[in-house]
């Protein structure tokens, strides 16, 4: 079972990507910061790391520059989720290196289609 980090202070947001992607069939372990999203990582070895860019104690931006520069993430695959998805926005995730973005309010389809997306380009690149 692939399993997949959600980082989100918002609580809700957190609950309703847990239950999408348990649904899915992902096993699914939340953070609520910055912070907490580096040491879950840690524990957990994610295969997919959701991020949402503005949280307490280190943003999405800081979380993903740490697990860049830690040898065991740097393969990790790392979704932006941001209610902000103006052009420069978008630019400004993608220079900082995530894999991908999800705009704010997420689709239950979208969520899952976008996942499974990044998680097999990141078997493929692996094998």
């Known amino acids: 079972m692939r399993t997949l980090l959600v980082a989100d202070d918002n609580r809700l947001s957190r609950e309703l990507a847990r239950d999408i992607l348990e649904g899915a069939g992902y096993r699914v372990v939340e953070a609520s910061n910055g912070g907490e999203a580096l040491a879950r990582a840690v524990e957990a070895s994610p295969d997919l790391v959701l991020l949402d860019l503005e949280m307490p104690v280190k943003d999405g931006f800081s979380v993903l520059a740490e697990l860049r520069s830690d040898p ?26 995530f894999d991908a973005c999800l705009i704010k309010p997420i689709g239950t389809a979208e969520l899952r289609q976008r996942v499974g997306e990044l998680l097999n380009r990141s078997s493929k690149s692996e094998g």
């Open 72 to 97: 065991r993430f740097t393969g990790t695959p790392v979704m932006a989720v941001t209610a902000k998805g103006m052009q420069p926005d978008r630019e400004r995730i993608a220079a900082a290196g």
